[in-house]
């Protein structure tokens, strides 16, 4: 765990003129982690999938095995196990305030602000909504919206297509190495705050 003085240094070393884009992954950057229940959402996805339940497996691995071997509606099933077990713990998600300061500065130059997340889209409004931020954000791009999962920099480039910034004027933001990778291969600089 990081101490304040950490991240607010980091930060502190972001020259925010010189970006025009700033994207942010969500759980862990922008909001504290999420107490999910992550072994249960494995296990039922486990079950869904018809296999063995087991405590390293990835929630993305999980989900993507089950499309290839029983197709998109039990993928969907998949996805709405995701969504129950993520928004069981909205309510007690917390801003990390100096992100939430940073974006306040970015917003007020007229920047444009992106989340890039391995989260599903229903958490991150639900709880942007909460914290009265949903409205700062350009793009929101989400579990649901790519094909590949993260390190794989698909939602970034969606992020860079979709708002037509160049990725040597995009700064990516998150707490996890699988962020660092995606930001690598995007082409955009990265920075981890954990």
Known sequence: MENKRDINQILS???LDRYELFIFDFDGTIIEPLEVNWQGLKRKLAELLGVKFHPKVK???L???IKKTHGNKMFEQG???CEKYELQATAR???RPE???LIGKVFARRKKLAIFSSNMRITIETILNKHGLYNKFNRIISKESVQRYKPNPEGLELILLKTKISPSKAIFLGDLEVDFLAGKEAGIETVLIN
Do not use: E, G
């Open 79 to 81: 996805y709405k196990i």
């Open 13 to 15: 070393k972001i020259d």
């Open 59 to 61: 929630i993305n691995y």
């Open 99 to 101: 992100i939430n300061s």
């Open 63 to 65: 989900l993507m095995k």
């Open 93 to 95: 998600a917390k801003l």
